[in-house]
């Protein structure tokens, strides 16, 4: 099956720029969505199809997605930013199924 | 406003089962696909199962497969996860989710918490 690898967590100062990354076989050939989800909170989608971004959300967050890994670049990071981020995918290769990265804690310094 | 509100979570005896509800407003449900995911305590997240918007094609993760089924009333505006054979590991918040064209999860809900104790 299909595995999407995020490193567990990643520090910043705010300010600056913070990059989650997203490792998975040939994750460039697929879209790519993220979600942001706060302590004791639902996930709320921040980009879709790789760069794409809904209604609300800053154009601080952008993605990119490319060969093996796809990354979700915040920048001027702020305290509202510290969050866990997922990233995802539909994978239709073996079966039609959604798959979910481990997740990366953003932590504001 | 668009809102999924699930209810139907509690505790529950390791091997029964339970029916957890997701009522859409907002929307027509039955324009979209539908999907269950769920995270345990400190865990990140797993996806479980998805309904077409008609109700025809249904997808499981094997976790789940065999034990959990998804289902939906589209006159209600409702999407419902009836689990069964239910152990400790199950235990866990379940949100239910919108799903988008592309494979996405764009409208989630605030979730249930399922526990499984004896």
């Known amino acids: 099956s299909y595995v999407l690898t995020q490193v567990s967590s990643v520090s910043v100062a705010p300010g600056q720029t913070a990059k989650i990354t997203c490792g998975g076989d040939?994750?460039?050939?697929?879209?790519v969505h993220w979600y942001k989800q706060k302590p004791g909170q639902a996930p709320v989608l921040v980009i879709y199809d790789d760069t794409g971004r809904p209604s609300g959300i800053p154009e601080r967050l952008s993605g990119l997605n490319f060969e093996n890994t796809a990354t979700l670049t915040i920048s001027r990071v702020e305290a509202g930013d510290e969050a866990d981020y997922y990233c995802?995918?539909?994978?239709?290769?073996?079966?039609?199924?959604?798959?979910f990265g481990g997740g990366t804690k953003l932590t504001v310094l | 406003d668009v809102r999924l509100v699930e209810s139907g979570g509690g505790l529950v005896k390791p091997g029964g089962s339970l029916r957890l509800s997701c009522v859409a407003s907002g929307f027509s449900l039955s324009s979209y696909n539908m999907k269950w995911v769920r995270q345990a305590p400190g865990k990140g997240l797993e996806w479980l199962s998805f309904i077409s918007a008609s109700g025809k094609n249904i997808y499981s993760a094997d976790s789940v497969k065999g034990r959990f089924t998804i289902s939906r009333d589209n006159v209600k505006n409702s999407v419902f996860l009836q689990m069964s054979g239910l152990t400790s590991e199950d235990t866990a918040v379940y949100y239910c989710?919108?799903?988008?064209?592309?494979?996405?999860?764009?409208?989630w809900g605030q979730g249930t918490m399922v526990t499984v104790s004896s």
């Open positions: 989710a919108r799903g988008g064209l592309t494979g996405t999860f764009d409208i």
């Open positions: 040939n994750i460039g050939n697929k879209r």
């Open positions: 995802q995918v539909w994978d239709t290769t073996s079966d039609n199924r959604g798959v």
